[in-house]
Every structure is written in structure tokens, then in C-alpha cells.
């Protein structure tokens, strides 16, 4: 007894190395990666310095109100929440209405799902190309909606632009949102439907006092996604449009990789990373708070 | 009458499913036309692709352009860019399932110091957007030389807290008597890890494995970033460029390259599409 309570001890200790050694590899190269390049990120947005001259000048928090004075901030800004107020919603009552056409089929059900999610797999360089030329002046759509009288300057009118570019980002996470409400609706006890029916409670109210309240989850986890990737829109409008017409589609990142990688601006770039960032943590936080609901069933 | 009744609700169940089918057989329309529409573009002729849906002829011309056209300095960047991506998008797939598999047993099974911080690290690594990394990343890799190499590429990518996380909650389920008798057996750790943790948690591997590589096949703006020579360039970015630069009048060439870009993605899709979807409802639940 006594003999083998020591070597469970022994073994304990052993095997807190093997822990620390399987470990080691995540922490060296977390340091390395995500720590370091953190810390320097926060430095130089102090700094005024152009990557190729040694100089680094300390010049304290210019740059963050240089990124507040800067009319291309603002107006990335402004795109930026166009793009959200088109995207969210529109996505969002897309990806539920699917996510509620495939909850009430067995049949071909697993078929429908991956024919929605076909569209998550593009790259962002293919199906900008596609959508580019599809919407472009000339293209099919217009093509097709000039037998109905009209056209429409998808990509080339600074009013609709960027709702166009948030239709395609639409067109590509529809399936992989509607999984989501979908693996979210198939968590609510059928017995809830199968009482209310009893109790004669209509579908509609059944939707707005059962369906939506439980999946609240659901709506939490895409809410997020859709914010922060508004916050991070870069590949279609550097494809499609390159942040014209008349900066119509300019985007936080599209404005970052200018700065450092054109203008060459380090430090300034550095500084309009973390303000963006900061602004997207506040979306994240407010929503949280607004939609989150503690559930239970 | 009770009859009458349970027939017409048995008849209203039946339309409905109908219109069930219609409208999400309709809204897939809308979801593959894209698609359809790229592959019959990239075989038209000029003159069809804007305005013809269905081609009246087809023609190769397009892809023999694309693999022929040299750009400066090279002959065929278009071939060597597949082969540049496929590399990439390897290397960083089997480092983030290998180092993910060691991290996450470790996490979940060992106990030694500093494992709930870890884990708690892990989660408040996930929150943070990578453009706030972007920048100083690419100093690192001017630092250390990287610009324009495979490592510059892909080292940002060899270790995800996401793969980690998942690893950790499937590993959790693990019956420890299993672990107990392959250690009474002698089996070393890692031989734990790849010969009972992985085979028992196929699934998570394989939706690790499938989105990282997905991942890094479309990548763009860092590839954008750190390489600056066509020869070394992955298809994402050369054909980014391409469409913007040279290309930007041929529409022909540029939904050949976009479906060059698209196919093996989609082939992958259609192989493991089961995983796919799995990997979905999982973050979905995740809550």
C-alpha cells in the first residue's frame, strides 16, 4: 500500500515534466509569434518610423490622434458600419429562413445542407473574380435585367457599392451561418413544439416565444462572427473594387495595408491596428450585453 | 369528420413539404450559379462570357494562356504557384494537427503547473482580430530574413488555439483506463497521442486538418505581404495580382485561374463534406 502510494507520486512528478515538455513547443513558438509581435505592435504605434531608416522617433500618442484626424479612418469607418447594417441582417434572416426550410425535411437533408455551404469553400480571390465580372456593367446580371428595363451599377456606384460587396460576402456564409442555426435548432427539445401545440399556441407565436429566445446562442456566436469580420473585410474590396469609387469601399484593413505597405507608415499603420481593434473588442462587448440571455429549458 | 380531418391536415403536411422542397431547391440555384457559371466561363470564348450563359463553342485557350503567358523573369509562374500552395498549405496543416494533438493531450490528460492558465491563455488568444498582427509580424519576418521564402509563409500559421481547443475537448472524452494501459505497456507519450488519441478522434483531426489546409489555400493578405517574386508567389496571390495587372482585359483567363483556385478546395469539399459540416454545428455549439 504504502509502496505504491510512493510510486504514484513519483509517477505524478514524472509526468509533470512530460506535460511541460509536450507544452513547450506551443509556449516557445506562442512567445516567438503572438507575444513579441504584440508588444512591438503596441511599441512602435508610438513610434514614427518608415520600416526602412533606422530612426525610430518617440513621438508619444501623435499617431493615435493622427488616426482620429484622418478623414479615410472616418470614412472606413462609415463603409465599414454600411457594410454591417446591409450584411447582418440580410444574412441573418437568409441563414434562419435555410436553417428552418432544413430543419423540417429528413429527406435529402444532409444534401441541401452541403449544397449551401459549397459557397464557404471559395476563395476570396475566385469568388471576387466571379462576382466582379458577373455584376460588372456589361454582365450577365445587368445583361439579364435589361429585359426587365433596368441595370444596375453593382460595383461601379459609390451609393451601392459596398452594399453589393456585402450581398457577395452574404452569398458566401449564408450555408455555413444557416448550419449553425441549424445545429442550434435541432438542440430545442421537441417536447416544447409538441406542448404548445397542445396548449393551441400558432406557429407564429410558437417562432417568436420558443424558437428565437432558445436559439440565442446561435445568434450570440454569428452576431460575433458578422461584426468582427466587417471589421476585417480586405480580399474583395482590393479585388473588385480597390477601395473606389470615390473610397466608397474603403476598409479598415484596406486603409492599414496602404499605410504600411505602400506609404510605408509602421508605426502609424501599428496605431491604426490597435484603434480598429479596440473599436471592434467595444462592438463585440456591446452586443454581448445587448443579445446575450442566460437560457434554460 | 375526425377522419375529413386528420386527411386534410395529412394533405396541408404534404403541400408544405412541398413548398419546403421548392423554395430551398430555388435558393440553390441561387447558391451554385456562381459556381456553374465560372467553370462554362472559363471554357467560352471572348465573346460568350459576358453575355451568354450556356457556350454555343468551347475552348482550352484560356488555361493553355494561363500555364504559357511568362511574367518577368520566369516562364510558368502559373504551375509553380499550384506547387508553391500546395506546399504551404501542407506544412502548415500537419505542423497545426501535430502540435495541436501534443498541446491538447496535454491539457487535457496531464496535470502540471500553469494548465488552467494555459487554458484560459488559449481561449483569450482566440479573441484577439490577426490585423493587429500583421504589421508587426511582417517586422519579424524582415528581422529574421523571411521575406519571400516558404518559411516567411507559413510560420505565422504552424500553431492554432483553435486546433488546440478542439484537441482539448475531444481528448476530455478518452477513457483514462485506455492511457493507463498503453503507459503499463510502455508506450511512450507521443506514441499515446498518435497511436490511441488521434485514431479515437478522427473526426476533430480531420475537420483540424481540412480547415487549416482550406485556410491556407485561400489566404491572402499575408501571402500579399511577404512575397514579392512571381516565382515563389501561391496561386491566391499570383492570380490576385494577375486579375488586377495583366489580366484585368481577359475575363476568359481570369475564371480559368479562379477555377484553378476553387477546384481542389471544392474536390476536398465533396470528399470529406460530412466533416465539414460536422466542424460547423461543433463551433456552433461551442457557444
Known amino acids: 500500500m504504502k509502496k505504491s502510494k510512493t510510486f504514484k507520486i513519483q509517477e505524478r512528478r514524472i509526468y509533470r515534466y512530460v506535460g511541460c515538455g509536450l507544452v513547450a513547443p506551443y509556449i516557445i513558438y506562442t512567445i516567438i509569434f503572438w507575444v513579441y509581435p504584440f508588444i512591438w505592435g503596441l511599441i512602435i504605434s508610438f513610434k514614427k518610423w518608415n520600416i526602412i531608416s533606422p530612426e525610430k522617433e518617440f513621438i508619444g500618442i501623435s499617431n493615435f490622434l493622427k488616426v482620429i484626424h484622418d478623414p479615410l479612418f472616418w470614412i472606413s469607418f462609415k463603409n465599414t458600419l454600411f457594410f454591417m447594417i446591409v450584411y447582418v441582417p440580410m444574412v441573418i434572416i437568409c441563414s434562419l429562413v435555410v436553417a428552418l426550410l432544413l430543419r423540417r425535411i429528413k429527406f435529402l437533408q444532409a444534401f441541401f445542407a452541403s449544397g449551401y455551404l459549397m459557397s464557404y469553400v471559395s476563395a476570396g480571390v475566385a469568388y471576387s473574380i466571379v462576382f466582379n465580372l458577373l455584376f460588372s456593367g456589361d454582365g450577365l446580371i445587368n445583361v439579364w435585367l435589361s429585359n426587365l428595363g433596368i441595370t444596375i451599377p453593382w460595383f461601379s456606384s459609390p451609393k451601392i457599392a459596398m452594399a453589393s460587396i456585402a450581398i457577395i460576402v452574404v452569398w458566401k456564409y449564408l450555408g455555413y451561418y444557416s448550419l449553425i442555426f441549424l445545429a442550434g435548432l435541432q438542440s430545442i427539445p421537441t417536447s416544447l413544439y409538441e406542448s404548445a401545440e397542445i396548449d393551441g399556441v400558432s406557429n407564429w407565436t410558437q417562432f417568436w416565444r420558443i424558437t428565437v429566445p432558445l436559439l440565442n446562442p446561435a445568434f450570440m456566436i454569428i452576431l460575433i462572427f458578422a461584426v468582427m469580420l466587417s471589421f476585417n473585410i480586405f480580399t474583395e474590396p482590393y479585388m473588385i473594387t480597390g477601395g473606389g469609387p470615390l473610397d466608397s469601399t474603403q476598409t479598415f484593413v484596406m486603409q492599414i495595408y496602404h499605410q504600411t505597405f505602400t506609404a510605408l507608415h509602421a508605426g502609424y499603420g501599428s496605431s491604426f491596428a490597435i484603434v480598429v481593434a479596440i473599436i471592434s473588442f467595444s462592438f463585440v462587448f456591446v452586443i454581448r450585453k445587448m443579445v446575450e440571455r442566460d437560457i434554460s429549458y | ?287
Not at chain 2, 490577426?130 to 519576418?141: A, C, D, G, N, Q
Not at chain 2, 516567411?152 to 500553431?159: A, H, N, T, V
Request: proline share 5%; charged share 10%; glycine share 6%.
Open chain 2, 1 to 287: 369528420m375526425i377522419i375529413q380531418n386528420m386527411f386534410n391536415k395529412k394533405q396541408s403536411e404534404l403541400s408544405g413539404l412541398v413548398i419546403t422542397y421548392a423554395f430551398l431547391g430555388f435558393g440553390l440555384i441561387f447558391m451554385v450559379f456562381p459556381y456553374v457559371w465560372m467553370l462554362l466561363a472559363s471554357f467560352k470564348i471572348p465573346a460568350e462570357i459576358y453575355n451568354r450563359f450556356l457556350p454555343t463553342q468551347f475552348t482550352l485557350e484560356h488555361y493553355r494562356m494561363l500555364f504559357s503567358l511568362g511574367a518577368t523573369g520566369s516562364t510558368n509562374p502559373f504551375v509553380r504557384s499550384i506547387f508553391n500552395s500546395l506546399v504551404v498549405s501542407s506544412i502548415a496543416t500537419i505542423s497545426v494537427v501535430f502540435f495541436g494533438a501534443i498541446t491538447g493531450y496535454a491539457l487535457a490528460r496531464i496535470v502540471f503547473p500553469g494548465r488552467t492558465l494555459l487554458n484560459n491563455f488559449i481561449l483569450f488568444q482566440m479573441l484577439f482580430p490577426t490585423v493587429l498582427f500583421l504589421i508587426p509580424r511582417f517586422l519579424l519576418m524582415l528581422e529574421l530574413g523571411w521575406i519571400n521564402t516558404f518559411q516567411g509563409m507559413f510560420s505565422p500559421f504552424m500553431i492554432s488555439a483553435w486546433a488546440i481547443f478542439l484537441f482539448t475537448q475531444f481528448f476530455k472524452t478518452v477513457p483514462q483506463e485506455l492511457i493507463d494501459a498503453a503507459r503499463l505497456d510502455g508506450c511512450s507519450e507521443l506514441k499515446i497521442v498518435f497511436k490511441i488519441m488521434l485514431p479515437l478522434s478522427k473526426s476533430v483531426t480531420i475537420i483540424v486538418a481540412i480547415f487549416t489546409f482550406m485556410g491556407m489555400w485561400d489566404e491572402f493578405l499575408w501571402y500579399l505581404i511577404v512575397t514579392k517574386d512571381y516565382n515563389l508567389m501561391p496561386l491566391s496571390v499570383l492570380l490576385g495580382l494577375f486579375t488586377r495587372g495583366e489580366y484585368s482585359s481577359y475575363p476568359g483567363i481570369q475564371t480559368a485561374g479562379a477555377t484553378l483556385l476553387t477546384l481542389p478546395i471544392l474536390v476536398l469539399f465533396f470528399v470529406f463534406r460530412k466533416f465539414f459540416t460536422e466542424g460547423i454545428s461543433m463551433t456552433g455549439l461551442k457557444g
